[in-house]
Structure formats: C-alpha cells, structure tokens
C-alpha cells in the first residue's frame, strides 16, 4: 500500500487543478477578510471596535470549511477519473493489489485532499486575523474543538466523494456529478435544518388566557422529528453550513456523527468496489 500512496501523492503534487483550487481558497479568503476592514471599525480604536472587527472577520474566516467543499469534490472526482480512464486502476490489480487497499488508498489521498483544500482556506485566514487584530474572538479550546470538528466533517465528505469517484468510469461526469452532490447536500441540509429547528411566530394563549405572540417550533420534537434531526446532523454538507455560521452548539455530537457517517461509507464503498467490474 506504500507504493499505492506515494504514487498518489506524486500524481497529487503534480497535479495543477489541486494547487490552483488551494490558491483560489486561501485567495478568497483573504480578500473577503480584507473587505471586513474598509468598515467603520476599522482601524480598532477602543475595545467595541476591535470586538466588532474580530467578530467580522470571524465570519469570513470560519466560512473555508464550506468554501473548501466547492473545489476538494473537482479535484478528487478528476483524480480519480484519470485513474479509470487511464486503465490504472485495472493496471493496479494485475500487479497484485488488493482492492482493499486500492480502495483505502483514494480514501486516504481524498482525506488529504479535502483537509488541504480546507486548511489552504483557513490558515492564511487565521495569520491576517492575528494580525490585525492580535487575536481571535473564540477561545483556545473552542478553536482547537470546532478544528477538531471541522476535520471530521471535511473525512466524512472525503469518505463520500471516494464512494462516488470508484464508480464513475467517466472523468467528466465524475466532476460534474460529485459537484452538484456536493451542493445538494449543502442546500439540502440546510432546508431540512431549517424544518428541523425552524420556528415562526403565532399568537399563543397563556394559562391566565391572554394572548401572547411567540415563537413556536413549526415541527415539535417526536419520533419523526428525531430521525430527521440525524440525518442533518449527519449530512457533512450541513455540518459545514452550521460550522461557518457558529451554529455547531453540539461539536460532540457532530463528532461521532462524522465518524459513523465515515464509517458507512467507507463499508459500503468497499464492499460495492469488491464486486465492481473494472475495464
């Protein structure tokens, strides 16, 4: 499995579509942080102004994990792609690979690549943050736990994307259908997050029979409620829309959901890549 890997990090290295899709996060990153400074509260005068600032630039920064989930699914569908349709992954076999370790080696090449992606967004990021402002508005151990989270999230989407790339033959329609996937399970999970913890505003009768307006859950915890709430949670696209927008109140349980969600599919990705038919 050793040569199997440092093959692949070879054809990683080389590879120009992984490098500019790394450039183009940490670029983005920068200038949407940098916008934040043109604002009011920039230059930091007194404490509220620098607290506003942080908080802005916040709000940028913690968006990489979603960014990095617009370009790891092209960069790992077009790697993969090329090995179907160069006959290596055939090529491979015949030497005497196992298609577990075949299969283990572009789940851990697509890790890698989804956590670079992801890491290419956020570091550039966090260094104009420090800075500029000497510090960041979350504490040591929420960073290093939502850091933790956001890792897990960004292996369960690699895990994902690897179940997909096995399958498509073709490098093109590997591309575009890991992609629209890929914001299918953003936009996706971010409705059924919505009918999950959404809630709107009706008149509502006390006890003492006076009519109050307040905000109501528009679907009330139950049985159907319950499964629906574990599905989001365990969408990584989903994960990705709450982490951006510091609404992971739960990163533990976020946690074992990445890892049960990584857990499927890698099975169903090996057991499904044992009978496939390579040509």
Not at 84 to 103: C, E, P
Not at 205 to 228: L, Q, S
């Amino acid at each position: 499995m050793t040569e199997l890997l440092h093959a692949g990090f070879y054809r990683l290295r080389r590879s120009p579509l992984f490098w500019l899709g790394c450039a183009g996060l940490a670029l983005y990153t920068l200038c949407a942080m940098a916008a934040t400074m043109r604002w009011p509260d920039y230059p930091a005068t007194n404490a509220m102004k620098l607290e506003n600032l942080r908080t802005s630039m916040d709000r940028e920064l913690f968006r990489f994990l979603l960014n990095s989930f617009y370009v790891a699914p092209v960069v790992c569908a077009a790697a993969m792609g090329r090995e179907h349709q160069d006959g290596s992954l055939r090529r491979m076999l015949i030497a005497g690979h196992s298609r577990r370790k075949v299969y283990l080696c572009n789940l851990l090449l697509s890790v890698f690549t989804c956590a670079a992606a992801a890491l290419a967004g956020f570091l550039p990021g966090l260094v104009l943050e420090y800075a500029v402002c000497g510090s960041i508005t979350n504490s040591l151990k929420d960073l290093l736990v939502y850091a933790a989270g956001m890792y897990l999230t960004s292996a369960a989407m690699a895990s994902f994307l690897t179940l997909l790339g096995m399958f498509i033959p073709n490098r093109a329609a590997s591309i575009i259908l890991s992609l629209l996937l890929s914001l299918a399970l953003i936009v996706g999970g971010s409705g059924l997050d919505r009918w999950v913890h959404g809630d709107e505003i009706r008149s509502v009768v006390t006890e003492d029979g006076e009519t109050v307006v307040a905000h109501v859950p528009k679907n009330p915890e139950g049985p159907g409620w319950d499964a629906v709430r574990l599905l989001v949670d365990l969408n990584p696209g989903n994960q990705a829309v709450d982490y951006a927008t510091f609404s992971a109140f739960e990163p533990e349980r976020l946690m074992a959901c990445d890892a049960l969600f990584f857990t499927l599919t890698t099975a169903a990705g090996l057991h499904l890549f044992r009978r496939k038919e390579l040509r």
